[in-house]
Antibody, heavy 120, light 107 residues
């Protein structure tokens, strides 16, 4: 059974940094594209970033480009999101997702999310 | 970036109703479109990929159609468990972008 469990969400001050983790089980993170998608409380879905199976394709939303970085660790079967220069508008639940394919297309499995709050 | 516009933003239906949600892309995305369902307090669930392919385990009352810039999601017979918010998403060109969502509730 595919499972994704996010961690690392916290209250952080504007300008601060945070690293989110997503522990995967039931599959290898090397065998599929992976994503981070966020949702501010009461708002819609926003794709943040994704990485193809071989890291040949990595994309970022304009709102996070240059501040956020996606990576994965095969040995730990985990996905990460490094977030720097955080802003209040980054406040949201952050979900990691497993793609249906090798490339950035359709998130078919989702974690329950971890809450990031950016506030002074 | 490709902008995805959904309509309506909300709708009310009765059990058994046929419901249609539309999604328009700001440029040609061929068939590279997903539909997701999100129930309150839950993670989204993939319903349709490649514009018209039903994800495994999704009831057959859900269907998707369209290509290019105009797409539709249809629920042929609305059920109480279909109360949720529905999102389209394009994956033709990164960044992948979602529509604003359509909230479906019961009359």
């Amino acid at each position: 059974e595919v499972q994704l469990v996010e961690s690392g969400g916290a209250l952080v001050q504007p300008g601060g940094s945070l690293r989110l983790s997503c522990a995967a089980s039931g599959f290898s993170v090397d065998d599929f594209a992976m994503h981070w998608v966020r949702q501010a409380p009461g708002r819609g879905l926003e794709w943040v970033t994704g990485i193809s199976w071989n890291s040949g394709a990595i994309g970022y939303a304009d709102s996070v480009k240059g501040r956020f970085s996606i990576s994965r660790d095969s040995a730990k079967n985990s996905l990460y999101l490094q977030m720097n220069s955080l802003r209040p508008e980054d406040t949201a639940f952050y979900h990691c997702g497993k793609d249906r394919t090798l490339y950035l297309s359709s998130v078919e499995s989702w974690g329950q999310g971890t809450l990031v709050t950016v506030s002074s | 970036d490709i902008k995805m516009t959904q309509s309506p933003s909300s709708l009310s239906g009765s059990v058994g109703d046929r419901v249609t949600i539309t999604c328009q892309a700001s440029q040609d995305i061929r068939y590279h479109l997903n539909w997701f369902q999100q129930k309150p307090g839950k993670a989204p669930n993939l319903l349709i990929y490649d514009a018209s392919n039903l994800q495994t385990g999704v009831p057959s009352r859900f269907s998707g159609s369209g290509s290019g810039t105009h797409f539709t999601l249809t629920i042929t017979s609305l059920q109480p468990e279909d109360l949720a918010t529905y999102y389209c998403q394009q994956y033709e060109i990164p960044p992948l972008t979602f529509g604003g969502g359509t909230r479906v509730d019961l009359k």
